[in-house]
């Protein structure tokens, strides 16, 4: 399975920008998509994640601001980013979960950078 993200760029404080990720390969059945972000000098962290049912998680500094979407027959995942702040500065890495047989598989992109310029 591999994973194509894009979206990224820079916006000044207070704008939005919508990352999309795609996944393509051999897919059966990916259970949880998701976005995570890391920072300079950060670990990563999870901003949001949805499943293949809709049910949605959010990291508490990004409630109210973000929505996440997903279109399972495209198996795209969708981060809304509205009210953007300096804070969310970082590099998005997209994520796929996928059980097969019993057994997780984990994905990842390669990341797209967002930049908020105060």
């Known amino acids: 399975v591999q994973l194509a993200e894009s979206g990224g760029g820079l916006v000044q404080t207070g704008g939005s920008l919508r990352l999309s990720c795609a996944a393509s390969g051999s897919i059966l059945s990916i259970n949880v998509m998701g976005w995570y972000r890391q920072a300079p000098g950060k670990q990563r962290e999870l901003v949001a994640t949805i499943t293949e049912g809709g049910s949605t998680n959010f990291a508490d500094s990004v409630k109210e601001r973000f929505t996440i979407s997903r279109d399972n027959a495209k198996n795209t995942v969708y981060l809304q980013m509205n009210s953007l702040k300096p804070e969310d500065t970082a590099d998005y890495y997209c994520?796929?979960?996928?059980?097969?047989?019993?057994?997780?598989?984990?994905?990842w992109g390669q990341g797209t950078q967002v930049t908020v310029s105060s």
């Open positions: 994520n796929a979960d996928e059980l097969v047989r019993g057994v997780w598989y984990e994905y």
